[in-house]
């Protein structure tokens, strides 16, 4: 089977995949703060059940739950910016594709119909946009014999 194009640059709309990289970003710091506040809370209780003499202290506590929050920030911060680079791609490149598309469309052009490669989010959208621009980018042939005062020869109902 004959591999087509993949897609190398993982930033292919920066800006709308960066913000959204941004949102998981934040969505894990609120975790994280959340993990820490539970953690925080139940450390300290159980702090405060043990006898004064057991060397454990609430000072211990808090310094386990910023330890938790410094190794789980490490790892998870960095990997859920990674999800969401490359989750997004998948849908950042047919949306660039759509942009050169219509704007080949508005230029007079005629491209050729979409194709979104496997996998790739969309592919409604790329149906539609090629049916909704058929006509537009054939009406080549109308268009001349428009132009040289003769009716445009009919076409069968699709």
Same mark, same amino acid.
């Given at each position: 089977?004959?591999?087509?194009?993949?897609?190398?640059?993982?930033?292919?709309?920066?800006?709308?995949?960066?913000?959204?990289?941004?949102?998981?970003?934040?969505?894990?710091?609120?975790?994280?703060?959340?993990? =820490?506040?539970?953690?925080?809370? %139940?450390?300290?209780?159980? *702090?405060?059940?043990? &006898?004064? #003499?057991?060397?454990?202290? $609430?000072?211990?506590?808090?310094?386990?739950?910023?330890?938790?929050?410094?190794?789980?920030?490490?790892?998870?911060?960095?990997?859920?910016?990674?999800?969401?680079?490359?989750?997004?791609?998948?849908?950042?490149?047919?949306? =660039?594709?759509?942009?050169?598309? %219509?704007?080949?469309?508005? *230029?007079?052009?005629? &491209?050729? #119909?979409?194709?979104?490669? $496997?996998?790739?989010?969309?592919?409604?959208?790329?149906?539609?946009?090629?049916?909704?621009?058929?006509?537009?980018?054939?009406?080549?042939?109308?268009?001349?014999?428009?132009?040289?005062?003769?009716?445009?020869?009919?076409?069968?109902?699709?």
């Amino acid at each position: 089977m004959v591999q087509r194009f993949r897609r190398r640059q993982k930033l292919i709309r920066p800006g709308l995949q960066l913000r959204l990289s941004a949102k998981f970003l934040g969505l894990v710091v609120l975790m994280l703060s959340l993990q =820490y506040t539970l953690l925080d809370s %139940l450390l300290h209780r159980a *702090a405060s059940r043990m &006898p004064a #003499d057991s060397g454990w202290s $609430a000072e211990e506590a808090s310094s386990i739950g910023i330890e938790l929050l410094g190794w789980s920030a490490l790892i998870f911060l960095p990997l859920t910016f990674l999800v969401g680079v490359v989750g997004s791609f998948r849908f950042a490149g047919p949306l =660039y594709r759509f942009d050169q598309f %219509l704007k080949a469309v508005i *230029a007079g052009d005629r &491209p050729n #119909d979409i194709r979104l490669r $496997a996998g790739d989010e969309l592919q409604d959208l790329a149906d539609l946009m090629n049916e909704a621009t058929r006509s537009l980018r054939s009406e080549d042939i109308q268009s001349e014999v428009s132009v040289k005062g003769q009716d445009p020869p009919r076409r069968a109902a699709a």
